[in-house]
């Protein structure tokens, strides 16, 4: 019996890594795939080419705050796994409502579409900028919110959102926090893939601040490894963390880019920090590790190449993303 999985947001980095996971080789075969995403400026058809004649895959151009479209395909299906946000910091910073409206919104949207439809499960993509800044040790999943931004803040709402319809209607709710992505098919506004296309440019790259914010890197495979788990084997109810398990300053990562594209210092900017820059992220990973046997799969140094390589070889994909207007 084939398993019909709505896939929100599957056109941007993360989502469709998934999407290409989930109908590719090594896929777990018996899915029907379909990709809900608006095609904003980090939507991109291009990530979905290698899946686009699979005959399991379908793609819709629409909005999750479009309550009818929402119905009607969110009835058609059994899953939903649910990747579609605003996610940069600095635009939520400059402007908020966006990311209220799309984050907070269209995540109720869907869930008011679930629970009209009969949905058997809902996996919820979070993030570990809901936990705030971490001074010392690693965040476990029950440790309280103390989102920063206005993006952590709408993503912690979109969750809180989420696990109140499992709670009160008994929604299969299924809810992920993960670290700082890294991979193939990265929009160019995020550290390492602008540190990356700008430095292959020539140009110089933007380091906030002192550089010593610690971010821990996750490469995308090994979160979608981990979605997958959360998934098929996961505990309505439950949240997991998903991390990478390297942590780094940014002033660490710049000097690896440096090194991988073959520049020096002097092509760092040291610019005003972000205002209200969380300090440190650190995710505990025991949960999902001894639940669902969750282990990162990729090398931090050995994928942090592989993705500089990607980069430089694959410039026809992100040449015309670095040239669109801001929205």
């Given at each position: 019996m084939t398993t019909k999985v709505l896939v929100t947001g599957g056109a941007g980095f993360i989502g469709s890594h998934h999407v290409r996971t989930l109908l590719g080789p090594e896929g777990p075969g018996g899915l029907a795939v379909t990709v809900l995403d608006a095609l904003t400026y980090a939507g991109n058809t291009a990530n979905l080419d290698a899946v686009?004649?699979?005959?399991?895959?379908?793609?819709?151009?629409?909005?999750?705050?479009?309550?009818?479209?929402v119905d009607r395909l969110v009835a058609e299906h059994d899953q939903v796994v649910h990747f579609a946000a605003?996610?940069?910091?600095?635009?939520?910073?400059?402007?908020?409502?966006e990311f209220v409206s799309t984050n907070v919104l269209g995540?109720?949207?869907?869930?008011?579409?679930?629970?009209?439809?009969?949905?058997?499960?809902?996996?919820?993509?979070?993030?570990?900028?809901?936990?705030?800044?971490?001074?010392?040790?690693?965040?476990?999943?029950?440790?309280?919110?103390?989102?920063?931004?206005?993006?952590?803040?709408?993503?912690?709402a979109a969750e809180m959102l989420a696990l109140a319809c499992h709670r009160t209607h008994g929604l299969d709710v299924r809810v992920t926090r993960c670290s700082n992505n890294f991979g193939p098919f990265h929009h160019p506004e995020k550290i390492i893939p602008l540190f990356v296309t700008n430095l292959l440019e020539g140009l110089p790259v933007p380091l906030y601040g002192d550089g010593l914010h610690i971010r821990d890197w996750l490469h995308v495979d090994d979160h979608v490894q981990g979605i997958e788990l959360v998934r098929t084997q996961g505990r309505p109810g439950a949240v997991y963390n998903i991390g990478g398990g390297t942590e780094l300053t940014n002033k660490d990562?710049?000097?690896r880019l440096l090194a991988a594209c073959g520049a020096g210092w002097d092509r760092v900017e040291h610019v005003e920090d972000r205002k209200g820059h969380d300090r440190r992220y650190s995710v505990d990973c025991t949960l999902i590790r001894e639940e669902l046997g969750y282990e990162p799969r990729h090398g931090f140094d050995a994928a942090l190449a592989e993705t500089v390589a990607?980069?430089?070889?694959?410039?026809?994909?992100?040449?015309?993303?670095?040239?669109r207007p801001a929205p």
């Amino acid at each position: 019996m084939t398993t019909k999985v709505l896939v929100t947001g599957g056109a941007g980095f993360i989502g469709s890594h998934h999407v290409r996971t989930l109908l590719g080789p090594e896929g777990p075969g018996g899915l029907a795939v379909t990709v809900l995403d608006a095609l904003t400026y980090a939507g991109n058809t291009a990530n979905l080419d290698a899946v686009r004649d699979h005959p399991g895959f379908r793609f819709v151009h629409g909005d999750i705050r479009d309550g009818a479209l929402v119905d009607r395909l969110v009835a058609e299906h059994d899953q939903v796994v649910h990747f579609a946000a605003e996610s940069h910091v600095d635009r939520s910073i400059d402007s908020a409502a966006e990311f209220v409206s799309t984050n907070v919104l269209g995540t109720q949207t869907l869930l008011d579409a679930a629970l009209r439809g009969g949905l058997d499960r809902f996996v919820h993509i979070s993030t570990d900028e809901v936990y705030g800044s971490a001074t010392e040790g690693s965040w476990p999943e029950t440790d309280p919110l103390r989102p920063n931004s206005p993006y952590a803040a709408s993503k912690a709402a979109a969750e809180m959102l989420a696990l109140a319809c499992h709670r009160t209607h008994g929604l299969d709710v299924r809810v992920t926090r993960c670290s700082n992505n890294f991979g193939p098919f990265h929009h160019p506004e995020k550290i390492i893939p602008l540190f990356v296309t700008n430095l292959l440019e020539g140009l110089p790259v933007p380091l906030y601040g002192d550089g010593l914010h610690i971010r821990d890197w996750l490469h995308v495979d090994d979160h979608v490894q981990g979605i997958e788990l959360v998934r098929t084997q996961g505990r309505p109810g439950a949240v997991y963390n998903i991390g990478g398990g390297t942590e780094l300053t940014n002033k660490d990562l710049t000097g690896r880019l440096l090194a991988a594209c073959g520049a020096g210092w002097d092509r760092v900017e040291h610019v005003e920090d972000r205002k209200g820059h969380d300090r440190r992220y650190s995710v505990d990973c025991t949960l999902i590790r001894e639940e669902l046997g969750y282990e990162p799969r990729h090398g931090f140094d050995a994928a942090l190449a592989e993705t500089v390589a990607w980069f430089r070889d694959n410039r026809a994909w992100w040449e015309p993303l670095r040239k669109r207007p801001a929205p």
